[in-house]
């Protein structure tokens, strides 16, 4: 059983549509990212909120909207989606610092398919 | 900046063959992280094994195996005895030491493994 629940495991909405795509985690980290992977590509990093505060946005549209509600949840809003948008978002925790023996725990993913 | 490279775009075996996974990383930091993940057509990001930069030695788990050596900069990755159930994505990543969110990966190596 993975450690980091994404929901929902697949998503389907049009140009025009507002979702959200949440991610959840109950081992303590206080680190979460947000990751983007086109199809044959590794993941690409867009967020990390250290102790619930954006630390990191590595320069992504603002159709893209992160929130981190409190320590266990992490939640990705998106509007006016481009079809070039279409690709599995990927959430992953970890420690502050990566002290543990495996750093990371990735999700399994959402994939996101714009029509 | 850290760079990860994985020559091997796809490899495709027969089921029992050994095969393994080149992983040649670039780095000025002296502390640093080496990481091999999984990824199955499932999408979920697998860990498989973290290495320090301080640590040469090494390891074997089951069936898999991993050869670090700073002398060439590389961070090799053996499957023996493949099955079609290590038919899958992999990246080798790093991390620089002391930067927690950043995760470096090479764009992955495609193993199928054929009955």
């Known amino acids: 059983d993975t450690e980091v629940t994404q929901t929902p495991k697949h998503l389907v909405m049009g140009m025009t549509n507002k979702k959200s795509l949440k991610c959840e985690q109950h081992?303590?980290?206080?680190?979460m990212y947000w990751y983007k992977q086109k199809a044959k590509k590794p993941p690409e990093l867009m967020f990390v909120?250290?102790?619930?505060?954006?630390?990191i946005n590595e320069s992504v549209p603002s159709r893209f909207s992160p929130e981190c509600p409190n320590s266990s949840l992490l939640n990705l809003h998106l509007h006016a989606l481009q079809p070039e948008d279409s690709a599995l978002y990927l959430c992953?925790?970890?420690?502050?610092?990566?002290?543990?023996?495996?750093?990371?725990?990735f999700g399994s993913g959402t994939r996101l398919t714009v029509v | 900046a850290q760079k990860v490279t994985q020559a091997q775009t796809e490899i495709s075996v027969v089921e029992k063959e050994d095969v393994t996974l080149d992983c040649v990383y670039e780095?000025?930091?002296?502390?640093?992280?080496l990481f091999w993940y999984k990824q199955p057509p499932s999408g979920e990001l697998v860990f498989l094994i973290r290495?320090?930069?301080?640590?040469?030695q090494n390891e074997i788990s089951g069936r898999y195996s991993w050869n670090f050596q700073k002398s060439t900069s590389s961070f090799n990755f053996t499957i023996t005895a493949s099955q079609v159930v290590d038919s899958a994505v992999y990246f080798c990543?790093?991390?620089?030491?002391?930067?927690?969110?950043?995760?470096?990966f090479g764009k992955g190596t495609l193993l199928t493994v054929n009955p």
């Open positions: 081992m303590g980290h206080r680190a």
């Open positions: 780095t000025r930091d002296t502390t640093y992280y």
């Open positions: 909120y250290s102790y619930e505060k954006l630390s």
């Open positions: 990543a790093t991390l620089k030491g002391g930067s927690n969110y950043k995760l470096t």
């Open positions: 992953a925790s970890s420690q502050v610092v990566v002290t543990g023996y495996r750093g990371y725990t």
């Open positions: 290495r320090n930069s301080f640590d040469e």
